[in-house]
């Protein structure tokens, strides 16, 4: 009997021009981060997310950290965040020197809890001085009120949309609504340039004052600096990768679409496995594509289960204020995060993935009955 094959979570869909850029980049002798495709690629991130300037960077955690300086965020300061989110979210917080402040999300998007940032926000004793709002999964969060309330409160927005490249909040590309936006282009991303990271804003002195931070802030001569700085930048092969990878970005998004509508109607009708929750100001990039579990016991058998006929998938975030690292970190929940923390299991979602090996998975889903002690 033949070995089935396995399915992979998310992977690199490099069907592209990756090679023959690659490629020209050893030709030229242009490996580093001086090179053509890295300005190249910060073009066309500004463009597909009608921003006036980007900033290439090694990878989405710099981006998150230059974005805090560039919005002043400090020693003594907190950065208002969701409680689900990936660590990296946090850490840049923490790399800036201030302190994250964790808030809720909601059930239905899955993403911060307007009414919840908005009340604490209205409370100086805070001492919020940004806030990060995550598109989780692709999903955009409740942009044009998030954006008045930060600006009625005087806070700075970043946007992590990190896995979000393509989403749209009410027709208008995520990235323009906060001061700054960050994107990711890690490998498990719907782009990916092997590791890099991209900010985007409309403050012109921002992005050279983050681009110089992300090169060590030399001034014009080689090894003057004028300020403690960062080696940050992008090199040329990954941009390579990266620019080769936006010229198939609507095929990717397309292919990423169709695979979720696929699973949901799959689901459609289920009770214990509930489809990601999406709300209709978001079109989403569906970078991963998540079901709710019924409980912990029920995520991790899910996980087993397909891992049994070759498929992978995973538990997702974990609610970050329960974990150690952010244990002592201030925190205002309603029990969203905490209540679908080990809950989430995500998918194969590869852009790359065929029909015939989603029809594998959709199978196994429908021959999934629940964890053996809800059997
Ligand atoms: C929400 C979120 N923020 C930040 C990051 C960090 O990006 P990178 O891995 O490029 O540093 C990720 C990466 O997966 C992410 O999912």
Known sequence: MSAVAHIPLAVPDLRGNEAAYLARCVADNWVS????FVSDM????????GTA???????GTAGLHLALLAAGVGPGDRVLLPDWTFAASANAVFHA?????????????WTLDTAAV????????????AVIAVHALGHPAEMTPLAAICRDAGVALIEDAAGALGACYQGRPVGGFGDFAVFSFNGNKTVTAGGGGMIVTDDGAAAEHMRRLSAQARETSAYRHDEVAFNYRMTNLN??????????????LAAKRSLATAYDQALAGRSDLKPMPRRDWALSSNWLYAVLCPSADAADSLVADLAAQAIDSSIFWLSLSAQTPYADCPRQLTGVSR???GRVVVLPSSSSLSSEDQARVIAALGEWRGSAAEK
């Not at 908005?118 to 001085?129: A, D, S, T, V």
């Open 33 to 36: 981060s001086a090179g053509p």
């Open 42 to 49: 910060e073009r066309r991130v500004a463009e597909i997310t």
């Open 53 to 59: 300037h980007a900033v290439a960077t090694v990878n």
């Open 97 to 109: 020197g201030a302190e994250p402040y964790f808030a809720d999300i909601t059930d239905d998007s």
């Open 118 to 129: 908005r009340q604490i926000l209205q409370q100086p004793k805070h001492r919020i001085r």
């Open 239 to 252: 941009a390579a990768v990266g620019l080769a990878q936006l010229e198939r970005l609507d095929d990717m």
């Open 339 to 341: 209540a679908i923390s």
